[in-house]
């Protein structure tokens, strides 16, 4: 599994196989896509709607994938699969954050250490420096609902899934300078409302 950070041309060039043999009747090339892209999409929506269940994240990841499929005949050949896939694999997240906005808040997140581990962001051999990591992911995925929605956006596909500045914007669909602004004022909401929870990782 490679993130979008490791993304290269070979990759590049794998995906854009596997769309042409999909278009032309290849049942397993699709399967493959679905294999490789889907530890990413977890942990995507997992980031974004913390407080969905295992259960609800794998029907969001069918609904995805069913979504990407369908609209593979509208994908132009030389153009990064990724960015074109997350763009969609967006669009569902907020229709399903649309149609929640009238519940009431939910009780306190939990923490679901499966992510981080599926991206492999955080890869650590040492037990002390694991929980340190896995508590300040906690934390941050706690502080990140206080962030307005185009700042969570932002941060979770900059910070967390690894895009670029440029793969941030093209999937969000909003320019380079936007995406600057946004990590900047989201990161400094998040590190002023780590501070007023007093996290220390030397406690």
Do not use: C
């Not at 980031?47 to 994938?65: C, H, N, T, V």
């Not at 999937?171 to 996290?199: A, C, N, Q, S």
């Amino acid at each position: 599994m490679y993130t979008k950070s490791e993304t290269d041309g070979k990759h590049h060039d794998l995906d854009t196989q596997l769309v042409y043999r999909t278009l032309h009747e290849d049942k397993e090339a699709f399967g493959q896509l679905v294999s490789s892209y889907t530890p990413t999409f977890y942990a995507l929506v997992k980031r974004m709607a913390p407080d969905k269940s295992p259960e609800s994240i794998e029907d969001d990841l069918q609904e995805i994938f069913l979504r990407i499929y369908r609209a593979l005949p509208t994908f132009r050949e030389g153009s990064p699969f990724f960015s074109w896939a997350y763009t969609i694999a967006i669009n569902w997240i907020r229709s399903q954050r649309r149609k929640e906005r009238t519940r009431k808040a939910v009780s306190p997140i939990p923490y679901d250490e499966e992510a981080a581990v599926l991206q492999g962001n955080h890869h650590t051999d040492a037990p002390e420096e694991a929980a340190i990591v896995a508590e300040a992911e906690h934390l941050v995925m706690q502080a990140l609902k206080e962030l307005k929605p185009a700042y969570r956006e932002v941060f979770i596909l900059r910070m967390m899934q690894g895009l670029s500045v440029t793969d941030t914007a093209k999937v969000l669909r909003i320019p380079e300078g936007t995406v600057k602004t946004y990590l900047h004022r989201g990161r400094r909401k998040l590190r002023d409302w780590l501070v007023k929870h007093h996290w220390n990782p030397e406690d």
